[in-house]
């Protein structure tokens, strides 16, 4: 069974580099049938898409966060990460890590728990 | 970007009652040259990450119990629960994949 895990900080302060790491198991992230991507909540609000990253490594952004994101993978520790820069308490959410189904535009087939990323001072 | 607005907001229905859940989009999401509707269903209980429910607008995803069911083409769709159980109590989410995927604000389900 796919299983995702966020893991990072709760708590960035303002202006500063908010750094999540997902870890994929019971599955390769090499898959070549599957994209990886991020997804956020802020409170009350509805899901967001960050960014998503295919099988050969290109990635896909959020044209409303794309100046301060970047996604990579690390295929040896079965894992890819989120980097959002100069964050304000307007990023404050829930992040989830998913996989993505590619079939001319991509759905979200399996969801990691989710992490509360909070920003402030 | 597509805007997708669900209605209603929350609704409460008894146990074994249909629920039925709205979602339009601001543009169609309907690709003529296949035929397909890029909109799917999400469920999310509480504490728990969403669950996908539905593809293609109308295709369950497997292990999904058959009393959910989508339907709807273009701008407008439907997510129908036939039998509403405990279980189903939860936040109902559509999103739409023909363009930068974007979700509709949700709908929250309860028991009357």
């Known amino acids: 069974q796919l299983q995702l895990q966020e893991s990072g900080p709760g708590l960035v302060k303002p202006s500063e580099t908010l750094s999540l790491t997902c870890t994929v198991s019971?599955?390769?992230?090499?898959?070549?049938?599957?994209?990886w991507g991020w997804i956020r909540q802020p409170p009350g609000e509805r899901l967001e898409w960050i960014g998503s990253?295919?099988?050969?490594?290109?990635?896909y952004y959020n044209p409303s966060l794309k100046s301060r994101v970047t996604i990579s993978v690390d295929t040896s520790k079965n894992q890819f990460s989120l980097k959002m820069s100069s964050v304000t308490a307007a990023d404050t959410a829930v992040y989830y890590c998913?996989?993505?189904?590619?079939?001319?535009?991509?759905?979200?087939?399996?969801w990691g728990q989710g992490t509360l990323v909070t920003v402030s001072s | 970007d597509i805007v997708m607005t669900q209605s209603p907001d929350s609704l409460a229905v008894s146990l074994g009652e249909r629920a039925t859940i709205n979602c339009k989009s601001s543009r169609s999401v309907l690709d003529s040259s296949n035929n397909k509707n890029y909109l799917a269903w999400y469920r999310q209980k509480p504490g728990q990450p969403p669950k996908l429910l539905i593809y293609?607008?109308?295709t369950r995803e497997s292990g999904v119990p058959d009393r959910f069911s989508g339907s709807g083409s273009g701008t407008d769709f439907t997510l129908t629960i036939s039998s509403l159980q405990a279980e189903d109590v939860a936040v109902y989410y559509c999103?739409?994949?023909?363009?930068?995927?974007?979700f509709g604000q949700g709908t929250k389900v309860e028991i009357k």
């Open positions: 999103q739409q994949y023909y363009t930068t995927p974007t």
């Open positions: 293609w607008a109308s």
């Open positions: 990253l295919s099988r050969s490594g290109s990635t």
């Open positions: 998913a996989r993505l189904r590619w079939q001319g535009g991509y759905y979200f087939d399996y």
């Open positions: 019971g599955g390769s992230i090499s898959s070549s049938s599957y994209y």
